[in-house]
């Protein structure tokens, strides 16, 4: 029993921590990614396919890319890299703290029916 539910805390924690790591590494580029598509979305057919061509020309980290997005209103989409992690970082920390509410439940559920058990048999 004691082997078991070493293993359950073990296996706990490393899923905790892979989840962290999966949200740390791809969830910043969907969350960029998504911006980008919005403000696409949010400019005139015209603007669009220059701003295609500006991206299939010169790449998404051109000046000239830059340069475009800011006479078209792209400074209210910017994201502060830091704050931007930050939130990731805290919703990482609110899922983990989910999973390891339930885990726990589940972990101390056996726990909790020995020391039902024993407190019968002390009766």
């Not at 590494?25 to 598509?37: E, K, N, T």
């Not at 979305?41 to 396919?49: C, D, H, R, T, V």
């Not at 020309?57 to 992690?85: E, I």
Request: net charge positive.
């Amino acid at each position: 029993m004691i082997m078991g539910l070493r293993a359950r805390i073990a296996l706990s924690a490393i899923l905790m921590s892979v989840i962290a790591a999966l949200v740390a590494a791809f969830a910043p580029d969907y969350v960029y990614s998504l911006r980008d598509q919005l403000f696409m979305a949010s400019l005139a057919p015209a603007e669009k396919m220059q701003l295609g061509r500006l991206l299939e020309t010169s790449g998404q980290c051109s000046p000239l890319v830059y340069d475009f997005k800011m006479d078209h209103g792209f400074a209210p989409w910017r994201l502060n890299y830091g704050w931007a992690l930050g939130g990731l970082i805290g919703l990482t920390a609110i899922c983990c703290a989910g999973f390891a509410v339930i885990s726990a439940g589940r972990i101390a559920a056996p726990i909790e029916a020995i020391a039902s058990s024993a407190r019968k048999i002390a009766t």
